[in-house]
């Protein structure tokens, strides 16, 4: 009755605060810096941050709090104080000095329609807006990092701009390659003061084919690999039937197919060859007739080869912590490594390489190669210098540099450096015991190979090299960097491990790379050269803090004006955390999940890609996610080795208890509402304040959230920011760890 009556009070325009309430378009005309109260109707919801887009029947209009706009939401009327502000161009409240929920649920206005030109206009500004009949220019999928990613649409009158947030359930999702509408909010980032609006959809609904199709709410996955056959997964925002197109190459060609109309698809492909890379497209059709369909992607069988996998460091490992299969020192003679592989290629050799020379005979070797007759192809960095790239001599159009770095491309984009280290050896072979995939850290100059502390490592499989090569003709056809398109298989079945495959900047590394960190579960151990990425930081801080993983590293550089990375770290990890004191380069770039859990899925994470904004966002890398223990310890050895050195005397413990979620699913009469879920899932049980820990795993086992029970008998999980699929609920006591499975719509 109380809060009825302020805000009768308020709406009666008797502010507790002195402040006259307005319209919009009055307050729109006012100075920056004026205090003003404005009504209105909230467009969003905090998919878009922590700001809101008021209207009224005169106008519209940005507001910006940190706290007090938290639990706003569509449709609410709101009455909002706080002094105009000017934020790169789009005028907003800010900040906002006191909010009050007049009532909710309130419906929306249609959006007003709009083309390219005519709505990206100051008038439009903080309106929900539609463009028709616009196409997408990019193609796979809507990747963002920081706070969002912009694409440019185009339509009958022109090309402008979309900006997808990263906290929206656009984020990860499949870009549409057919017309769509885009509705939104119309925006403005100009720090220059003029232009740069961009239109805000706030959520996969916003993006519409029309009708009622499924609309892919994931991109395509890959899992139960064998050597003639695989599964498709995707989900989808409404029921939908399940069709799979494949073939060799991207016209397809092959079609299997489903009937059932589901959200969650999973679909197996029988009958392929093995060692074999193939391009998928899903569709997906609702009971209305109207169709969805993915990005094309390329999906690798399994390998009849050996799937050996070697590794070699070229300085001390500390053997004391070998499980059984020692680290390899090989005293700096990494050369006669790359040498011996080189010198036993029966058909092909396809190296990549940022840096090169004579001095240890490796391009001798690579000569030598072309001599016997082999297909021999060598792509260099632009900075190579000309003196060793004129020592190659394979034929002529079998070499090539890469653009400069900063140059740009005719989009304006930038291009890094080619900072790959690979070689693929017989991947062309029809036998899978020919092909051998070699990579690491280590660029293949007299310094790098004896002196600075590297790694490299070989993996004799057909398939990785096959999925190699691909990336290597795009490479060699000019696409570089901005270019490239992400056209790969990521996933492998190697000896029986899991093994995933990711090129730089196409592919989302550092994305993966979070989510790997997020799967940590006992301890984290890394060494990277340079590291000035904080993201990768708060992730790491994140995983200590609130999940007590053991985590230490080592890096060798950062940004020597914005130390943001490394800072957090210290605070987090303390004497955990080292800057290499060593005089020669720490030239390593892995890192280590679980090293001393083998139940947690031990992974190894390495390769070229450094720990940088231009590895992740220009340069042309390559990275390797090894699930296997031996080889994750194999590493863990050199690691210890490296921290002992800079004086380390915190370690991790030796026991690990933690119970994997495969050994967890074990149904009991958990009662979980609503199942589906849409905003949220309440969770009930007779004996459920039994329980100390509740956790919500995805299909691949990432950890979505953990919480403790506390003596609850019910418990309500916010589910709006999970993407749509299917979920497992685990909960565990000392004694008893029970799970129940869940879809979000």
């Given at each position: ?298 999906m690798a069988t399994a390998s009849n080869s ?377 969770i009930y049980a007779n004996n459920l304040a ?47 760890i029970y799970s129940k499975q869940f879809i979000?719509?």
């Amino acid at each position: 009755m109380k809060k009825g009556l302020l805000t009768t009070i308020l709406l009666a325009g008797i502010s507790l605060l002195g402040q006259a309430q307005i319209s919009i378009a009055d307050a729109r005309i006012l100075a920056p810096g004026t205090n003003v109260t404005v009504k209105g109707l909230v467009l969003n919801g905090a998919e878009l941050g922590d700001i809101r887009y008021i209207q009224d029947n005169t106008g519209n209009i940005a507001a910006f709090g940190a706290t007090l706009l938290d639990g706003v939401l569509r449709g609410d009327s709101i009455q909002v104080t706080g002094p105009l502000f000017n934020y790169n161009s789009l005028l907003e409240i800010s900040p906002v000095s006191s909010v009050t929920v007049i009532n909710s649920g309130n419906p929306l206005p249609t959006p007003t329609s709009i083309t390219t030109v005519s709505g990206y206009i100051e008038s439009f500004e903080a309106k929900l807006v539609t463009v028709s009949a616009a196409l997408f220019t990019e193609t796979g999928t809507f990747s963002t990092a920081g706070s969002g990613t912009n694409y440019d649409i185009t339509d009958a009158a022109g090309t402008a701009q979309v900006r997808v947030v990263t906290s929206t359930n656009i984020d990860g999702t499949p870009i549409p390659t057919d017309e769509v509408s885009v509705t939104g909010i119309m925006s403005q980032f100009a720090p220059g003061g003029t232009g740069g609006y961009q239109l805000l959809p706030r959520d996969l609904a916003d993006i519409s084919t029309g009708g009622n199709p499924p609309v892919f709410s994931t991109g395509l996955t890959q899992t139960d690999i064998t050597t003639s056959s695989f599964t498709v997964n995707f989900s989808t925002l409404n029921p939908g039937n399940t069709i799979i197109y494949y073939g060799l190459t991207t016209a397809l060609g092959s079609v299997s197919s489903d009937v059932a109309l589901v959200t969650t698809h999973a679909h197996n492909l029988t009958g392929l060859t093995a060692g074999t890379i193939y391009y998928v497209q899903a569709a997906s059709v609702s009971a209305t007739n109207d169709t969805s369909f993915s990005a094309i992607s390329a999906m690798a069988t399994a390998s009849n080869s050996s799937g050996q996998i070697k590794v070699w460091f070229n300085n001390t490992v500390d053997n004391s912590v070998s499980t059984g299969t020692n680290a390899i020192f090989v005293n700096g003679a990494m050369d006669d490594t790359i040498i011996w592989y080189l010198d036993h290629a029966k058909y092909s050799v396809d190296l990549a390489i940022y840096n090169i020379d004579n001095i240890n005979n490796i391009i001798t070797a690579i000569n030598d190669a072309y001599s016997r007759g082999l297909d021999v192809r060598v792509i260099c960095d632009s900075g190579v210098d000309d003196f060793n790239y004129g020592l190659i001599n394979i034929g002529p159009g079998k070499k090539k540099k890469s653009p400069p770095d900063g140059s740009t491309n005719a989009d304006g984009a930038l291009y890094g450096i080619m900072h790959n280290k690979f070689i693929v050896v017989d991947a062309i072979s029809t036998d899978p015991d020919d092909a051998w995939v070699i990579t690491g850290s280590m660029n293949f100059t007299d310094a790098q190979v004896k002196i600075d502390k590297q790694n490299i490592i070989a993996i004799q499989d057909q398939s990785l090299a096959r999925g190699y090569r691909l990336e290597f003709d795009e490479l060699f056809n000019g696409k570089f960097g901005p270019d490239k398109s992400n056209n790969t298989p990521h996933e492998f079945i190697i000896g029986g491990n899991r093994v995933e495959l990711y090129f730089s900047p196409s592919d989302e590394t550092e994305t993966r790379m979070l989510e790997k960190i997020n799967t940590a579960d006992y301890d984290l151990h890394f060494a990277v050269f340079s590291f000035t990425r904080f993201g990768i930081s708060y992730e790491i801080e994140d995983a200590v803090t609130e999940r007590g993983v053991f985590a230490a590293g080592i890096y060798d550089q950062t940004d020597a004006s914005d130390s943001t990375a490394v800072n957090i770290l210290e605070d987090a990890l303390g004497d955990k955390f080292f800057n290499y004191s060593g005089s020669n380069l720490l030239h390593h770039k892995y890192l280590l999940i679980d090293a001393n859990c083998s139940q947690s899925d031990p992974l190894v994470w390495t390769g070229s890609h450094n720990w940088s904004t231009s590895a992740n966002s220009r340069n042309d890398e390559n990275t390797l996610v090894i699930h296997d223990s031996t080889t994750t310890n194999i590493y863990y050895q050199e690691f210890m080795q490296r921290y002992k050195e800079e004086g380390a005397t915190t370690f991790v413990s030796e026991k690990c208890d933690f119970v994997g979620v495969e050994e967890q699913v074990v149904e009991n009469s958990l009662l979980l509402y609503p199942n589906p879920a849409q905003n949220e899932l309440n969770i009930y049980a007779n004996n459920l304040a039994d329980f100390d820990l509740l956790y919500i795993y995805d299909l691949s086992g990432k950890k979505m959230l953990s919480t403790a029970v506390n003596n609850q008998a019910l418990i309500n999980i916010n589910t709006s920011d999970f993407s749509a699929g299917v979920y497992f609920i685990v909960i565990q006591n000392e004694e008893t760890i029970y799970s129940k499975q869940f879809i979000k719509q």
